[in-house]
């Protein structure tokens, strides 16, 4: 079965200061990734999607960026945080092939807190 | 242009009384159509889809929801509410000429006991 992890599960980090949030998936093969930003417990943000390694879609302009540097891994990352960047970031795949499924499953969620 | 929406912020359901959460859809072609559930500081988990077939689909924990293409709505029900079902629930929906799929707002469901 797929499993979808996501490290750290909590994150404090100062203004200013570098991110970087990894999450990977088990268990398929060229997945399709998301990356979410959910503030104050309510609607999700498309941050970035992948279809493929090295394939990256930017959904809102900001300072975060995402990286595929192998078929399941999936990093979203930050040169310099914002105290607006602080949010509950979720990582989800879905499959590529369509007919097998449609539905996205997400990860257990970072909680990052920019102080 | 794509759109979902969750008209209720909140759902308030005395516990054993049937409960629904309504959602619509706007999508371009022939809509998939999901429910996920969320528990706080979790990520969402999968509750159940319609892709094509019998109206009514069944998922988790007891959960139903009912395709209706001529209103574009995919309610979630249930016919006897549990405290435990208290979360934020989230609708969501993908067109089939589509790649992102795309939620609704979310609608916190509330049981009291």
């Known amino acids: 079965s797929q499993t979808i992890h996501q490290w750290p599960a909590t994150l404090v980090q100062p203004v200013g200061s570098p991110l970087s949030l990894e999450c990977t998936v088990e268990?398929?093969?060229?997945?399709?990734l998301y990356w979410y930003r959910q503030a104050a417990g309510r609607g999700l943000q498309l941050l970035f999607y992948?279809?493929?390694?090295?394939?990256i879609s930017s959904e809102v302009p900001q300072n975060l960026s995402a990286s595929r540097p192998q078929d399941r891994q999936f990093i979203l990352s930050s040169k310099k945080l914002l105290l607006s960047d602080s949010g509950f970031y979720l990582c989800?795949?879905?499959?590529?092939?369509?007919?097998?499924?449609?539905?996205?499953?997400f990860g257990p969620g970072t909680r990052l807190t920019v102080t | 242009a794509q759109s979902v929406a969750q008209p209720e912020d909140q759902v308030n359901v005395a516990e054993g009384n049937p409960l629904t959460v309504k959602c619509t859809y706007s999508v371009s072609g022939n809509p998939y159509l999901f429910w996920y559930v969320q528990y706080p500081n979790r990520g969402l988990q999968f509750l159940l889809k319609?892709?094509?077939?019998?109206?009514l689909v069944k998922g988790s924990y007891g959960f139903e929801a009912e395709f209706n293409k001529s209103q574009t709505s995919f309610h979630l029900k249930k016919p006897s509410a549990l405290v435990s079902d208290s979360a934020l629930y989230f609708c969501?929906?993908?067109?089939?000429?589509?790649?992102?799929?795309?939620f609704g707002s979310g609608t916190r469901l509330s049981i009291r006991p």
């Open positions: 989800a795949w879905r499959e590529r092939t369509s007919g097998k499924g449609y539905e996205q499953y």
């Open positions: 268990g398929t093969s060229n997945p399709n």
């Open positions: 319609y892709i094509t077939g019998d109206n």
């Open positions: 969501a929906a993908l067109g089939s000429s589509a790649s992102k799929i795309i």
């Open positions: 992948s279809v493929g390694i090295g394939q």
